[in-house]
């Protein structure tokens, strides 16, 4: 794991004989180097996939003022995005974007978008997305995901409180998009104790099925 000084917003995770790259954002209340984030981009990196982690500006203000600040709204967090898949097409790698909750539903908007990343971009991975806020089941944030047309893998855990098996399986995605189900996990892919599993094992099982699709 490395800070390039070429690419200085990047947080790089590297993979021996990469065949691609993903761009992975964080979600909306944790920096790119928390404990998951870092231990979903090793993990990613194993399966033969570069991984480059970045912070939306909120983030970074947090970081340098050690306050906490709100994420910005969706077209400042798409700008930037945009701007770091531009900064990320000199590594010379087939991108892939992607993010966990907050940053997995940026990577998917900005996708969908014609005008934005579709040039650049071969699909998206999101890490526990955010279908719903946590107990507001009607508040469905879905309706970008029909005009998106890139492949997307959603890994989610069963237990995720922001959209649960029995809820995902009603919203008619479009076929192009992938649901892969961590039994047992929570938003942060964290099991039950007496399931016998660990955080580990579910990040490793996500990796795979990352892999499985770039």
């Known amino acids: 794991m490395s800070l390039t000084s070429d690419l200085p917003d990047l947080l790089i995770n590297a993979a021996e004989q990469p065949r691609a790259l993903l761009l992975l954002a964080h979600g909306a209340g944790a920096p790119m180097d928390s404990d998951f984030m870092s231990l979903m981009a090793a993990a990613v990196a194993e399966q033969g996939i570069c991984v480059a982690r970045f912070e939306f500006p909120y983030m970074q203000r947090r970081r340098n003022e050690a306050r906490k600040f709100p994420p910005d709204r969706a077209p400042k967090l798409l700008a930037h995005f945009q701007q770091v898949v531009d900064q990320a097409a000199s ?12 940053g997995g539903r940026m990577a998917s908007m900005l996708a969908a978008e014609p005008s934005l990343a579709r040039g650049l971009v071969k699909g998206v991975i999101a890490l526990g997305y955010p279908f719903h806020p946590p107990g507001k089941p009607d508040n469905v944030r879905t309706e970008h995901l029909q005009s998106l047309r890139l492949p997307m893998l959603i890994c989610q855990g069963t237990r995720d409180p922001f959209g649960k098996p029995d809820e995902v399986c009603g919203y008619g995605l479009p076929g192009n998009i992938q649901v892969r189900w961590l039994e047992g996990g929570d938003h942060d892919f964290k099991p039950l104790k007496r399931s016998g599993r660990t955080q580990e094992e579910l990040i490793a099982e996500a990796a795979k099925q990352v892999s499985g699709l770039i």
């Open 91 to 102: 590594m010379g790698l087939p991108i892939w974007i992607g993010g966990k909750s907050m």
